[in-house]
C-alpha cells in the first residue's frame, strides 16, 4: 500500500492507486511529464483507457508510448456540487473528456479557466498537477500560442 502524506490539501482527496496493474506505466509516465497511452503493435492504434488485451487485434502485443497530448473539448460538464470535502472549495470546476489528435478521448479536470467558459471544440492540453513525491495527475488546460 502506497503512504500518501496526509494535508489540508489531500485531505479525502480521491487519488489514484499507484500500484495499480493496468495504470501504473501511465501514473508513472505522468510523474516525469509524459502523456503515455498503449499502443497495438499489430495495428498501431493508440488504445485509452488501458487494457490486458488489444481491442484491435487479440494477439498483438500491447506497448506504452508517449503521445502529444493536444486535442479539442469532445464534451464537458461543470460541476457545482462538492461530492468529496476536498473539493469543497473548488466547486464550480469543470470535467472535461478531450478527443487528442491521436484518435482516442481522455478524460479529466481543467486547470487555468473559469469553468463556464469551456465550450465544445475549444483547443486544450495536457497539463500535469504534482500532488506529491509519487503522484501526479493529468489534467487539460487551454492550448497556449506557440
Known sequence: MNAVNVTEETLFRPLPKLDSVLFKPFLEGAAR????VQEC??????????????PYAPDAELRWVPIEGKGKVY???????????????KVPYAIVIVELEDGIRMLGNTMGINPNSISIGMPMEVAFEKVDEEIVLVHWQPQKDD
Open 41 to 54: 503493435q499489430q495495428t498501431r492504434k493508440k488504445i485509452w483507457p488501458p487494457r490486458l488485451i488489444s
Open 75 to 89: 464534451t464537458f460538464n461543470v460541476v457545482h456540487r462538492a461530492f468529496f470535502p476536498y473539493y469543497k472549495e
Open 33 to 36: 511529464g509524459e502523456l503515455l
